[in-house]
Antibody, heavy 124, light 110 residues
Framework: EVQLVESGGGLVQPGESLKVSCAAS????????MHWVRQAPGMGLEWVSY????????DYADSVQGRFTISRDNARNSLYLQMNSLRVEDTAVYYC?????????????????WGQGTLVTVSS | QSALTQPRSVSGSPGQSVTISCTGT?????????VSWYQHHPGKAPKLMIY???KRPSGVPDRFSGSKSGNTASLTISGLQTEDEADYYC??????????FGGGTKLTVL
């Protein structure tokens, strides 16, 4: 069974840092590209960041570019998001999601499994 | 403001059908076939219900169907059941490595 379990959320003050993690199990983690998606209170989902299987290709939403760093440790089946210079507007539940992408007779691309999320609250 | 526009709420009685719309632009919904729908019960992991506009993952009832016309995608749930009550989010690939999502629609089964 595919499982993604986020951890590391908590309450921090504006300007501080926090690192959240996502532990993967039930599939070959090193073979899948991964994403972080967040949901602010009462709001919709917002894509945050992407990392390819080897960690060599990375992308960020403009709202977090230069402040957040995505990384992965395939030996530990884990995905990370280092968040620096946190702002009140970064308050959200942070989800990790697996990207299923392949081409057979046609190409497919979907965020097929998600974790339950970890809450990050930025407040003074 | 979310990138994709969904109605905030829809409702229906058991056995009825409801349709949730998701409007984007030619840079996302209208430009790619990678449109997905998720069912989300607060506190739980979002569950994939529809991908590639209209495909259902294994285990998702055929009461759930998806379609797209131009920049608007739609999720239809027929034969509503009480357990369908949840928040529903649409998603679309937006180019490069990014995805955009809707603001979510709360489905109430009366």
């Amino acid at each position: 069974e595919v499982q993604l379990v986020e951890s590391g959320g908590g309450l921090v003050q504006p300007g501080e840092s926090l690192k959240v993690s996502c532990a993967a199990s039930g599939f070959t983690f090193s073979s899948y590209e991964m994403h972080w998606v967040r949901q602010a209170p009462g709001m919709g989902l917002e894509w945050v960041s992407y990392i390819n299987t080897g960690g060599s290709t990375i992308d960020y939403a403009d709202s977090v570019q230069g402040r957040f760093t995505i990384s992965r440790d395939n030996a530990r089946n884990s995905l990370y998001l280092q968040m620096n210079s946190l702002r009140v507007e970064d308050t959200a539940v942070y989800y990790c999601a697996r990207l299923l992408a392949y081409c057979a007779s046609e190409c497919y691309q979907v965020l097929d499994y998600w974790g339950q999320g970890t809450l990050v609250t930025v407040s003074s | 403001q979310s990138a994709l526009t969904q109605p905030r709420s829809v409702s229906g009685s058991p056995g009825q059908s409801v349709t949730i719309s998701c409007t984007g632009t030619s840079s996302d919904v209208g430009g790619y076939k990678y449109v997905s729908w998720y069912q989300h019960h607060p506190g739980k992991a979002p569950k994939l219900m529809i991908y590639d506009v209209s495909k259902r993952p294994s285990g998702v009832p055929d009461r759930f169907s998806g379609s797209k016309s131009g920049n608007t995608a739609s999720l239809t749930i027929s034969g509503l059941q009480t357990e369908d009550e949840a928040d529903y989010y649409c998603s679309s690939f937006a180019g490069s490595f990014s995805w955009v999502f809707g603001g979510g629609t709360k489905l109430t089964v009366l």
